[in-house]
């Protein structure tokens, strides 16, 4: 974790813990993804913040003896810092396009939720038909709602899957949670016949056969890892290195750099989409020599697997 993610926690959490007087530790913890460990350093360094002087009432006061002894924050003497710090216009972009992708698998009460909040950050941020969109293969909204049910009511389900053979099959699995990664939506679960955890891509169930009997205690799902594009800060720098042929993409997509060889140009450029530069690879097919990172071209090279698979099976 690096002191740039530290500064911007710390400037979240002064008006969270005034908001809440005596917030507990391990709740405070989850509600910024840290440990109480990571949260009592935060605290020991908010202790020597405060106006300019450094003098006992310009500093911002935390009871340390009282988060040692009963596990509560009491924070005074900040009430310069009141009101949350406000997005800067990428920052809230960025929450605009990441809460379009969630919405396109959330359900019910949630996506109503979703709905409202995304709508008062377009009107704060400006966004309009201008903005990114983005298009997550997540299946029918059918399936994503009934599976959405499913996990609400803690039930077992029987799923139409089709694998990336083409084999198809019908597991009987314990829904636990929908994520997206790189443009795909997934459902992970525990599939009673293997007794192990399993993710299936949602474009690829066919049907979702409620059973109406419990699920009962099944775990937490293995941490599914973050996509190539989420480990970026921004949007993440991508280099291809294609055939002559495939030069005209320099005169329709912003390049950052493109380097000529005898017989291969390679450029770089932004990518903020995982779905686009998955078309965009597609589109080139055979001219496409190489991607960095490898991990970039992951869902082409998946997608154009299944294309071969449908193809080899008529």
Not at 79 to 94: C, G, K, N
Not at 131 to 150: F, K, M, N
Not at 213 to 230: D, I, K, N, Y
Request: glycine share 8%.
């Amino acid at each position: 974790m690096t002191s740039a993610d530290q500064v911007n926690r710390l400037l979240a959490l002064v008006p969270y813990l005034q908001s809440h007087p005596d917030a507990e530790m391990g709740a405070t913890a989850a509600v910024f993804g840290v440990t109480a460990e990571q949260l009592l350093d935060d605290l020991n360094v908010l202790w020597y913040c405060g106006l300019p002087g450094g003098m006992p009432g310009d500093l911002i006061e935390i009871d340390m003896e009282t988060v040692a002894e009963s596990g509560r924050i009491r924070l005074t003497n900040a009430e310069y810092l009141s009101r949350p710090v406000r997005f800067t216009p990428d920052e809230a972009m960025s929450l605009v396009v990441a809460l379009r992708a969630v919405r396109e698998l959330a359900g019910g009460h949630l996506a109503e939720g979703i709905e409202t909040a995304l709508a008062k950050l377009e009107r704060a941020a400006g966004a309009g038909s201008s903005t990114p969109q983005v298009a997550v293969a997540g299946g029918s909204e059918e399936i994503r709602e009934q599976l959405a049910a499913s996990i609400e009511a803690g039930e077992l389900v029987e799923l139409d899957y089709i694998g990336a053979g083409l084999a198809p099959s019908t597991p009987r699995v314990a829904p636990v949670k929908l994520i997206t990664r790189d443009g795909y939506g997934y459902l992970q679960a525990w599939a009673l016949d293997r007794s192990a955890w399993r993710t299936y891509r949602l474009d690829r169930i066919g049907a979702v056969r409620r059973t109406g009997t419990a699920a009962g205690e099944v775990g937490t799902p293995p941490q599914f890892g973050p996509g190539w594009l989420e480990q970026r800060p921004d949007a993440a720098e991508v280099t291809l290195r294609l055939a002559p042929a495939a030069s005209w993409i320099t005169e329709y997509y912003p390049i950052r750099e493109v380097r000529t060889e005898e017989a291969a140009i390679e450029v770089d450029l932004l990518v903020a989409d995982p779905a686009w530069l998955r078309s965009l690879l597609l589109r080139l097919g055979s001219d496409v020599l190489d991607v960095r990172p490898p991990e970039a071209a992951a869902a082409a090279r998946e997608a154009a697997a299944d294309a071969l698979a449908v193809y080899a099976a008529e």
